[in-house]
């Protein structure tokens, strides 16, 4: 069974119809948060198309980091991007092209990723919730939460979340704290909440001293490898703080704490935050480059190959159960820094599924054709 989702039809009519200007098409990009697709530049509701790169389904393998974003080169800072691109308009290579899942939940028109997707790496599962990614030290500065402060996150690794513990004190009487952890979705476009959690911020310590207080989410959030993510908080009143790192000078050259993995979610060139985020991660397989090749064409039908190697080198053995296929694009929608995201143009269950044993190499292939 091939499946193609309606994310896939949806971007070939809007190929087709050539649109030069719209109102946005909005469609969910694999961390579940909604992206505009069908224009580019940003306006008071409408947007000319400008260039409008191809889609990549093919890329190098696992960590590999490919430059999905671009930048609108209108100013000089602009072509710096372009030369020196942020995080945002990056991806690891293994969120590009074909990928494979342990779920073998139903397919769906509306999937909008694997719903058990198997990370690339060699690492065993880490079943108990344990330290996932942190930024612990180096703190000399502080922030009132305010409506809503935090991390501008970039993940390493594929893990599930269940709880996040962040260095807070307080003055008065704040009430409760929430905690959200958010697609990362720049402006112009809608953040999807994935997870909330609380803590009473009157049982903080006052200044002079701050705790690593503990936020548990009620259900585990998987986050992605080298995609963003908000982790944002906000007190009910004056005043919770939070403990970050804070530059008293410009960096030198033109990097900036922006695009760093734990820049603070102000924006500002010269701040990171502390976090220390746990939970548990599934068993790794390594992703290979994924290749396109075989193109030939009988009239009236064309076709080519979708091709990616995957070989388990975790220890144990791996069952895969659903395949699909991951496509980057480019979203300058986002502004000026040109952030990149990806899409699910299909997913598939396996049936019998696939066993793959430690040391074993499982080749994965789609033969897309198209008849005129």
Not at 100 to 129: C, E, F, K, M, W
Not at 208 to 232: A, M, N
Not at 233 to 247: E, G, K, P, S, T
Not at 334 to 348: E, N, P, Q, V, W
Request: charged share 20%; proline share 7%; aromatic share 10%.
């Amino acid at each position: 069974m091939r499946s193609f989702t309606r994310n896939l039809m949806e971007l070939l009519y809007i190929a087709h119809a050539r649109i030069q200007s719209a109102a946005p098409r909005t469609v969910y990009d694999i961390t579940g948060g909604i992206r505009n697709i069908d224009v580019q530049s940003p306006s008071s509701g409408y947007g000319y198309r400008r260039l409008k790169p191809n889609l990549l389904a093919a890329s190098p393998g696992g960590k590999a980091q490919v430059v999905v974003g671009q930048a609108y080169q209108s100013t000089t800072a602009d072509a710096v991007f372009v030369m020196d691109p942020q995080v945002g308009m990056v991806m690891p290579g293994e969120l590009i092209g074909i990928q494979i899942g342990s779920s073998n939940a139903p397919v769906t028109p509306t999937d909008y990723r694997l719903a058990g997707r198997i990370p690339h790496g060699r690492r065993p599962p880490v079943s108990i919730p344990s330290r996932q990614d942190a930024s612990l030290t180096d703190d000399n500065d502080q922030q009132s939460l305010g409506n809503w402060y935090g991390t501008f996150y970039y993940p390493r690794h594929q893990f599930e979340v269940t709880s996040i513990k962040l260095p807070l004190y307080r003055s008065g009487s704040p009430g409760l704290v929430t905690l959200e952890v958010k697609t990362g979705i720049a402006a112009n476009e809608t953040y999807t909440v994935l997870g909330t959690a609380t803590t009473d911020g009157n049982t903080l310590p006052t200044s002079g001293t701050y705790e690593w207080r503990e936020f548990i989410l009620p259900g585990p959030v998987t986050l992605l490898p080298g995609v963003p993510y908000y982790i944002w908080c906000r007190q009910a009143a004056n005043y919770v703080y939070l403990r970050r790192h804070y530059l008293t000078s410009t960096p030198r050259g033109y990097f900036n704490l922006k695009r760093s993995r734990f820049g603070d979610t102000s924006g500002s060139d010269y701040v990171t935050t502390l976090i220390d985020l746990y939970g548990t991660s599934p068993r790794e397989i390594e992703y290979g480059g994924c290749d396109i090749s075989g193109l030939t064409a009988t009239n009236p039908t064309a076709e080519f190959e979708i091709r990616r190697l995957f070989t388990n080198r975790s220890g144990g053995e791996i069952t895969v159960r659903e395949c699909g296929i991951y496509v980057a694009f480019p979203d300058t929608f986002s502004g000026f820094t040109g952030a990149g995201g990806a899409l699910c143009i299909c997913r598939d269950v396996i049936d019998p599924e696939v066993v793959v044993e430690d040391g074993e190499v499982l080749a994965m292939t789609y033969t897309p054709q198209i008849t005129v």
